[in-house]
C-alpha cells in the first residue's frame, strides 16, 4: 500500500535557522507529492507541490522541496525560519488515478523561538 | 472568493444524537472529501465522492454516511454518535480529472465534541 512518512513529529528550531521537514514516500512509480501547512485553527494551506518538470521546487514564504527519486524523500525546507513559520506540516502524496483522494502523512509541529 | 464552506464551525454532541455537518466549493470541482483530523494521526480519509453521483469509502467509514447532493455540495452524516468521533472534520474539494497534478483545497474545519 502507497504510504507516507514524516520523520519527527515536532521539530523546533531558533529564528534564522535552516528548517528541514522529512517526508519519504513509498509507491511503485514517481506519485504526485505535496506540501501542506496548517497554523492553529485552521484548515490546510498548500505550501507547494511537485510537478516533472522540476526537482527543485519552490513554493510559498520562501519554502522549497527536493523531489529525490533514488531516496524516494521530498524534503522540505527553509533557509531561515521566521516566528510566524510556527505551524503543523503536511506530506501528502496523491495516486495517479483520477478521483482518488490523498494520504497524509502524520504530520510534523515545527516550534520557532526567538 | 469562498472556496470550500463548512458548517458548522463548532459543534457539542451528547452520544446517541445525529447531526449532518455540511460542505459546499463553488470552484466547479469534481471531487470531494471529508477527513478527519486526530493528534498525531493526520488526515485520514472517510468518504470521497469522485463525481456527482458517486461516493466511495476511505480509511474510516465506519458510523458515518455521506451525501454527494449536487455538483457543489458534500454533507456528512453522522447517525449516533460515539465519543470516538470526538475530531475536527475537514471537507475538500479538488479535480483531478482535469489536473491530476491539481492540489485539494481545503474548508476550515468543524470541531466536534461528543460528550
Known amino acids: 500500500a502507497q504510504s507516507v512518512t514524516q520523520l519527527g513529529s515536532h521539530v523546533s528550531v531558533s529564528e534564522g535557522a535552516l528548517v528541514l521537514l522529512r517526508c519519504n514516500y513509498s509507491?511503485?512509480?514517481?506519485?504526485?507529492l505535496f506540501w501542506y501547512v496548517q497554523y492553529p485553527n485552521q484548515g490546510l494551506q498548500l505550501l507547494l507541490k511537485?510537478?516533472?518538470?522540476?526537482?527543485l521546487v519552490k513554493g510559498i514564504n520562501g519554502f522549497e522541496a527536493e523531489f529525490k527519486k533514488s531516496e524516494t524523500s521530498f524534503h522540505l525546507t527553509k533557509p531561515s525560519a521566521h516566528m510566524s513559520d510556527a505551524a503543523e506540516y503536511f506530506c501528502?502524496?496523491?495516486?495517479?488515478?483520477?478521483?482518488?483522494?490523498?494520504?497524509f502523512g502524520k504530520g510534523t509541529t515545527l516550534s520557532v523561538s526567538s | 472568493n469562498a472556496g470550500v464552506t463548512q458548517t458548522p464551525k463548532f459543534q457539542v454532541l451528547k452520544t446517541g444524537q445525529s447531526m449532518t455537518l455540511q460542505c459546499a466549493q463553488d470552484?466547479?470541482?469534481?471531487?470531494m472529501y471529508w477527513y478527519r483530523q486526530d493528534p498525531g494521526m493526520g488526515l485520514r480519509l472517510i468518504y470521497y465522492?469522485?463525481?456527482?453521483?458517486?461516493?466511495d469509502k476511505g480509511e474510516v467509514p465506519n458510523g458515518y454516511n455521506v451525501s454527494r447532493l449536487n455538483k457543489r455540495e458534500f454533507s456528512l452524516r453522522l447517525e449516533s454518535a460515539a465519543p470516538s468521533q470526538t475530531s475536527v472534520y475537514f471537507c475538500?474539494?479538488?479535480?483531478?480529472?482535469?489536473?491530476?497534478?491539481?492540489?485539494?483545497?481545503f474548508g476550515d474545519g468543524t470541531r466536534l465534541s461528543i460528550l
Open positions: 475538500a474539494s479538488s479535480d483531478p480529472v482535469r489536473d491530476l497534478n491539481q492540489p485539494q483545497h
Open positions: 509507491s511503485s512509480v514517481p506519485p504526485y
Open positions: 511537485y510537478t516533472s518538470a522540476a526537482t
Open positions: 501528502a502524496v496523491n495516486l495517479n488515478q483520477a478521483g482518488t483522494a490523498l494520504i
Open positions: 470552484m466547479n470541482h469534481n471531487s
Open positions: 465522492s469522485a463525481s456527482e453521483g458517486t461516493t
